[in-house]
């Protein structure tokens, strides 16, 4: 158990709807990273939040967007979906901001279980 | 552009069959290089982290080491639970993802008893 939860863990919903994933990150970890993984790409790197600030963004659509709130849990909200947006969301959380230098384990995320979201 | 490319994408191991995974990295700036592991249904799981050329990392029957290109996972005498898909990931200084990990697609290794 990683210490990070996410929900809900499936989620069957149709084109052009909105839903939203929640996340809570280990306790004490002020990151949060959002990541989606489908079977052609990989895991990719939406967005990152540190402290209730957003501290970097990836390969996120304008059609998504996320928050961290003061009780460092997060959501990630996406709209209009698509049948492309079928995927694993996975949310992650560490300690540090991820932009520092190579002091402390930078790279060493943890992983919730992840969100199944299926678009029809 | 950042780019991580792992090979072979599957694996079938005999238990005990001693193999190596690969992974091939193109980054602007190396910060650091992960290895993670990820069972079916689960996220992934923290393995290693690697920082510069001719480090090496060990953990029970995994060994992780670095070049200039590519990162090595030598699995020895390989058990069934063993069985997962391994991740690299690099960490670049520079580029789009703003520091944040680039993940290859990964190798699905199967151990069979």
């Known amino acids: 158990d990683s210490g990070v939860t996410q929900t809900p863990k499936h989620l069957i919903t149709a084109t052009g709807q909105r839903v939203t994933l929640r996340c809570s990150p280990r306790?004490?970890?002020?990151?949060v990273y959002w990541y989606q993984q489908s079977l052609d790409q990989g895991l990719q790197f939406l967005i990152q939040y540190y402290n209730g600030e957003e501290r970097a963004k990836g390969n996120i659509l304008e059609r998504f967007s996320a928050q961290q709130f003061p009780d460092l849990h997060s959501e990630l909200n996406l709209s209009s979906l698509e049948l492309g947006d079928s995927a694993l969301y996975f949310c992650a959380s560490s300690k540090i901001s991820g932009t520092s230098g190579r002091s402390g384990r930078t790279g060493e995320l943890f992983f919730g279980e992840g969100s199944r979201l299926t678009v029809l | 552009e950042d780019q991580v490319t792992q090979s072979p994408e599957a694996l079938r191991l005999q238990e005990g069959e001693s193999s190596s995974l690969n992974c091939s990295y193109t980054v602007s700036g190396l910060r650091g290089l992960f290895w993670y592991r990820q069972d079916p249904g689960k996220g992934p799981e923290f393995l290693f982290t690697?920082?510069?050329a001719g480090e090496e990392k060990e953990k029970e029957r995994l060994k992780a080491t670095l070049t200039k290109k590519e990162s090595f996972l030598h699995i020895t005498a390989p058990k069934p639970e063993d069985s997962a898909t391994y991740l690299c990931a690099v960490q670049p200084f520079y580029g789009g993802s703003q520091g944040n990990l680039i993940f290859g697609k990964g190798t699905k290794l199967s151990v069979k008893p």
């Open positions: 690697l920082y510069s």
């Open positions: 306790s004490g970890d002020l990151s």
